[in-house]
């Protein structure tokens, strides 16, 4: 049994991964840490300040905004208690933190906390070793909802990374072909992104050949995913030495 903090408790996804441990007999949330503890069901402690925490457990797992992550970490290196972090937004100076951090006490981070994304990652590498070297042209098309406010996505460069990384990072990514006027080069890498409706997450990786396509695709269809993620890898994480861990260990 793995007993979970769950930082960010009453926010929608602190919510969803609540619901998945209730029905997970190998994870259990023991205690909640929310600014507001404004519902009453979750079935376990809500603090509104994490210092009066008290509650023993195994690991954290947060999902809360970037402000509040800085006392998360004081709180997890005084408790030593290992962290999945699921915030996004971070400075340049938080992400620095993070990494310290990670040198006392056991941190996992990832840009997308789906099981099926990270699998994706590593599928990817093995398809682009066989197609690149044989003249397929990568292209990555991202669809999200119209609220989103990045674009690319995380996700999308991070697949697009997982490739490039196979080859020295020669390939160039491109955003944008309508102010140039010119073929496609040999080491470009198309990323586009479509933004509309209330789409979760929808990822393409197109591998385009002579007379031929392999289209590898990852949908989403709600965020539940991204809770089924965290928990399993607080399941992971929990009794780890420190340091700095991703989703592409946990699969």
Known sequence: MTKIIMHGCNGKMGQVITGICNSDPNAEIVAGIDIADNISTNGYPVFTNIDDCNVDADVVIDFSSAKAVD?????????????????????????????????????????????GVNTLLKVLKDVAKVLVPAGFDVEIVEKHHNQKLDAPSGTALALADSINEEFNNEFEYVYDRSQVRQKRGAKEMGISAVRGGNIVGDHEVLFCGTDEVITIQHTAYSKAIFAKGAVEAAKFLKGKEAGLYDMSQVV
Request: net charge positive; aromatic share 2%; glycine share 2%.
């Open 71 to 115: 006392k998360l970490l004081d709180f997890c290196e005084k408790k030593q208690l290992p962290l999945v972090l699921c915030s996004t937004g971070l400075s340049e100076e938080q992400i620095a933190r993070v990494n310290e951090h990670s040198k006392k006490v056991a941190v996992l981070r990832s840009a997308n906390m789906s099981l």
